[in-house]
């Protein structure tokens, strides 16, 4: 049974950094992180298929960053110079097969981090 476990979220102020960690993540050949805002639709934010190669949402283009640490199974979301906009709850995704971006449909999902951003 594939179980994600996101952890790293908080609170920070505008300008800031976190890094959002997701457990688990070995075998895949598609990794990704989405956010949903209250009140709005969920978004891909970042993803990272298994040769390494990254897409990101232009509103976090330059300032987050994706990676993994296949030794500890860990997949990664580095967020700097954050905006208020970016408050949501961040959900890590994997699939097993398919294409890889962030507009792609993941089949495995966390239960979410809360990242809270005050200008």
């Known amino acids: 049974q594939v179980q994600l476990v996101e952890s790293g979220g908080g609170s920070v102020q505008a300008g800031g950094s976190l890094r959002l960690s997701c457990a688990s993540v070995s075998g895949f050949i598609c990794m990704g992180w989405f956010r949903q805002a209250p009140g709005k639709e969920r978004e891909g934010v970042a993803a990272?298929?298994?040769?390494?190669?990254?897409t990101y949402a232009e509103s976090v283009k330059g300032r987050f960053t994706i990676s993994q640490d296949s030794a500890k199974n860990t997949l990664y979301l580095q967020m700097n110079n954050l905006k208020s906009e970016d408050t949501a709850t961040y959900y890590c995704?994997?699939?097993?097969?398919?294409?890889?971006?962030?507009?792609?449909?993941?089949?495995?999902w966390g239960q979410g981090t809360s990242v809270t951003v005050s200008s």
């Open positions: 995704a994997a699939r097993h097969s398919g294409t890889c971006s962030v507009s792609s449909d993941f089949t495995y």
């Open positions: 990272m298929a298994n040769d390494g190669s990254t």
